[in-house]
């Protein structure tokens, strides 16, 4: 097991972006320990406030978005943050090389139940010829992310993290506070018997969705001829997590609950990192129509369906939606 430091050496990394990556780290090491106090440390529970998604915040959410936000605002080398916790974006040093979004705390309705939880972010190059406080710094597509990760607050604090190439998996040793590379080459395996999906909204989706789930549940007596599990955790990256680690699908498809909110996930904190880290492991991600890589922002708070994980099962699943 090595550092991360030494793992991602000057020659494969940009140093600025390598400093700016240990930043982030530095924030996720201390929403850790928060993390692991629980009750002790007065994290559990909800505010009063909503974010901007319409959705109740928990004590965790704000206290990590604000850590996050302080260490970026904090190096020179970020020009601008957008986090899933605020309205707009926020202008950090105007000569910045690299804008930043996050996903603060992903899967905030596991808190209060020492379930999984996690950190996403993304690394974008800056627009030199905009302002720090211009939205349009995001309007790319996700296939411009020098970098991208998350951070699985478990049993251990693990790293996801690609910076171009491999994706690879790091574990923070509490022993001396620093993550150590425990895979320097995630694979995702092509094929799968598992699927993740929230089965509560299943009277709400549209008939691809729908058809495709229902062979699945039929079984090795199915077009399949395999028996599936499922598996749901409630959080994007302990789902996520799991296929990288063992193979299966994730799906968040469009549904028919909110004409106004078709789709549940972000494109830009949730979606564009995950899908990166997935096809640099040989896995896939598509909205069921285009590849999620190839989608530009329009918007801070765009969402978009998403189906990803092990190749040829999010193939076989986009086959009906075509």
């Known amino acids: 097991m090595q550092r991360l430091i030494p793992t991602l050496r000057k020659d494969q990394v940009d140093l600025e972006l390598l400093m700016l990556i240990r930043t982030i780290l530095a924030a996720t090491k201390e929403i850790s320990f928060r993390v692991s106090q629980g009750a002790l440390g007065d994290v559990l529970g909800s505010t009063l406030d909503e974010n901007i998604q319409g959705e109740q915040q928990k004590k965790l959410d704000v206290i990590a978005n604000q850590l996050i936000k302080n260490m970026l605002l904090s190096d020179a080398n970020v020009r601008s943050i957008a986090s899933e916790e605020e309205d707009d974006v926020v202008a950090g040093d105007p000569d910045g090389r690299f804008i930043v979004a996050f996903d603060p705390l992903d899967g905030s309705s596991n808190i209060d139940i020492n379930g999984q939880i996690g950190t996403i972010f993304t690394i974008y190059p800056a627009k030199p010829s905009l302002a720090a406080d211009d939205p349009a710094q995001f309007h790319q ?182």
């Not at 789930?213 to 994007?236: D, Q, S």
Request: with cysteine.
């Open 141 to 322: 597509t996700g296939r411009s992310q020098l970098a991208a990760g998350y951070v699985l607050y478990g049993p251990s604090t693990m790293l996801m993290l690609t910076t171009g190439k491999e994706t690879r998996c790091f574990t923070l040793d509490r022993t001396h506070g620093g993550f150590l590379l425990t895979n320097d080459k995630v694979a995702v395996p092509e094929k799968t018997a598992e699927f993740s999906i929230n089965m509560a909204n299943s009277r709400f989706w549209f008939e691809p969705t729908q058809t495709y789930i229902n062979i699945l549940l039929e079984g090795e007596e199915g077009e399949r001829n395999k028996r599936y599990n499922m598996r749901w955790n409630a959080a994007m990256v302990g789902d996520i997590h799991r296929i990288l680690v063992r193979g299966g699908i994730f799906l968040y498809p469009p549904d028919k609950r909110d004409p106004a909110k078709p789709a549940k996930l972000r494109l830009l904190y949730e979606a564009n990192p995950m899908a990166m880290l997935l096809e640099n492991a040989g896995g896939a991600a598509s909205t069921g129509t285009e590849n999620i890589l190839d989608l530009e922002t329009s918007d801070l708070h765009q969402r978009v369906p998403v189906i990803m994980g092990s190749a040829e099962e999010v193939e076989f699943a986009k086959s009906f939606y075509k």
